[in-house]
């Protein structure tokens, strides 16, 4: 990887859209790569070593420097599905880091996996709403080595969790969902956090046990499934009222 792969990867694991690391923009990583002060994500977190050619750089001070440790100190607690996001995976947004993180039980199943010592390709391939174009290149950076190494040694230097998601008590509460087909008023990935929020449990494959199949348009193969097994069939808009 060149020196721009590296200071593009850099500036967005701490952009505002993944870490939000107060004081540590463009600029900054700019400077402090070219300094060598900084190479990986890991290196972030070690700057408050590097405070006596810190504080001597142009423009630096005592002031400034504990400003940023602080910034990065208030970071070092962060979501699996952020974590996954800030990490630049290709394909890999925040919804689909969202559905990423969602296929791991807790935070020692993501650690194991990215230590080599168990597979996650078959529940991230029956995760509904991930494209085989995503798992792939998640599982393809997961892979290589230097990859692997950069997590590990963050797992170590930040603390990850799991963000639980709030429910409420609701006529879906315990029941087995399916989302198949385009919904117009919102995404799949909205419609399953929507009902996982009213107590469902959403899965991603249809047997006698699922209670209802939601369709939106050009739904598949599912809905032929459900009408066989008997399972309850509603359509967007009935799914709305019963959410709602």
């Known amino acids: 990887m060149c020196d721009a792969q590296k200071i593009g990867r850099l500036k967005h694991f701490v952009s505002r859209s993944a870490l939000d690391i107060e004081g540590l923009g463009d600029k900054q990583i700019n400077l402090f790569y070219n300094k060598g002060l900084i190479e990986d994500y890991s290196d972030i977190f070690d700057l408050e070593a590097k405070r006596d050619v810190i504080v001597n750089i142009e423009g630096w001070g005592t002031l400034s420097f504990n400003n940023l440790i602080n910034a990065i100190d208030q970071k070092k607690k962060i979501e699996l599905s952020k974590f996954i996001y800030s990490l630049g995976v290709r394909f890999v947004g925040q919804i689909n880091a969202k559905l990423i993180a969602s296929a791991f039980s807790n935070i020692e199943s993501f650690i194991s996996f990215f230590e080599g010592k168990s597979d996650i390709l078959s529940t991230l391939e029956n995760t509904d709403g991930l494209g085989p174009k995503v798992i792939q290149s998640f599982i393809e950076y997961s892979s290589i080595k230097s990859n692997k190494e950069q997590v590990l040694k963050l797992s170590k230097k930040v603390i ?28 799949r990935a909205e419609a399953k956090i929507k009902a996982e929020k009213l107590g469902a449990k959403v899965v991603s494959s249809i047997s006698k046990s699922t209670d209802i199949l939601v369709t939106g348009e050009n739904s598949g193969s599912k809905l032929k499934k459900a009408k066989e097994l008997g399972v309850r069939v509603m359509n967007e808009k009935e799914w709305s009222n019963l959410a709602n």
């Open 160 to 187: 990850l969790f799991i963000k639980k998601i709030d429910t409420v008590k609701s006529k879906i509460t315990g029941k087995k969902i399916i989302f198949t087909g385009t919904l117009s008023s919102m995404s």
